[in-house]
Nanobody
Framework: VQLVESGGGLVQAGGSLRLSCAASGNTGNINARGWYRQTPGKQRELVATMLNHGGATYYDDSVKGRFTIAVDNDKVTWYLQMNELKSEDTAVYYC???????????????WGQGTQVTVSS
């Protein structure tokens, strides 16, 4: 599975951005779709994710009520709508997909190249 993000940029605090992720390749085995972010010197952290079956979502506490993950009906494009942005949201954001290898039930992680989001205060 190949992932390509778009939509990052510079925004003032309180503003909004929408990130997009386009998946290609063997997308039929995607089990979860989501977004992570990383700042220098820190580990990559989960921001939001949505399970393929049932559509359950998870959000990090720091973004609850401000960020929303959404998946297109084609299930190969998903988004992260980010509202009320804060300076602490500044990071490189990565699109993520988890696939399950059917024969061995082994999970695999797939990553986009990352897109910079900078929030100025």
């Amino acid at each position: 599975v190949q992932l390509v993000e778009s939509g990052g940029g510079l925004v003032q605090a309180g503003g909004s951005l929408r990130l997009s992720c386009a998946a290609s390749g063997n997308t039929g085995n995607i089990n979860a779709r989501g977004w992570y972010r990383q700042t220098p010197g820190k580990q990559r952290e989960l921001v939001a994710t949505m399970l393929n079956h049932g559509g359950a979502t998870y959000y990090d506490d720091s973004v609850k009520g401000r960020f929303t993950i959404a998946v297109d009906n084609d299930k190969v494009t998903w988004y992260l709508q980010m509202n009320e942005l804060k300076s602490e949201d500044t990071a490189v954001y990565y699109c993520h997909a988890e696939t399950i290898e059917i024969s061995t039930v082994t999970p695999h992680d797939h990553w986009g190249q990352g897109t910079q989001v900078t929030v100025s205060s």
